[in-house]
């Protein structure tokens, strides 16, 4: 147990990483510098790591909430970037921005009900009060199956069931010699 925390690596989060190496501190006490270090040394990122260093932080529990701090300082400068405006091939991000308004400023065409049956969204060429021969016709019989499907045996498996029970209470209730022989 002792060996698997003094070799302890981040593999996944930082967050994930913090929890299993506190959670295997409480089941193996270390020295609380010992233990700042062995964290520390575990962390994938050098990165985080000299930016942890950098505060100075004296006990295990600073140096995680510093390495949370940075982590979500992090992520907000990835978000902020994830919105900044890309320049375009001729290296100008402002024609990108006036793309954006002049699209922004065309007049949309309006739809407009069918003038035919004032309900949808359509043409009017296709409209099946117009034209009810385009109106996409139903199967009469809904048991009608494609030829990919399984033929369904129509049996009804209940009555079938409710048959037997009452052959097997007529045959036990009629057990006479005459019955038998018959």
């Not at 209940?158 to 006479?176: F, Q």
Request: glycine residues 4%; positive net charge.
């Amino acid at each position: 147990m002792r060996t698997a925390l003094l070799n302890i690596k981040q593999r996944g989060t930082y967050h994930g990483y913090a929890a299993k190496f506190q959670e295997q501190l409480r089941l193996v006490p270390l020295e609380p510098t010992f233990a700042k270090e062995i964290f520390l040394k575990g962390l994938t990122s050098a990165k985080l790591r000299k930016q942890i260093l950098r505060k100075n932080p004296q006990t295990l529990e600073e140096v995680i909430a510093e390495g949370f701090a940075e982590e979500a300082l992090e992520g907000e400068s990835k978000s902020s970037q994830a919105f900044t405006p890309k320049k375009s091939s001729n290296g100008d991000a402002r024609d990108n921005k006036e793309i954006r308004q002049n699209l922004q400023n065309k007049p949309r065409p309006q739809k407009s009900k069918c003038i035919n049956c004032h309900r949808g969204f359509h043409k009017s060429e296709d409209c099946w009060v117009k034209f009810p021969e385009k109106r996409p016709t139903q199967p009469s019989d809904k048991k009608t199956r494609s030829p990919n499907q399984p033929r369904r045996d129509k049996t009804d498996n209940k009555a079938k069931y409710y048959a037997l029970i009452d052959k097997l209470v007529v045959d036990e209730n009629d057990s006479t010699p005459a019955s038998l022989n018959e």
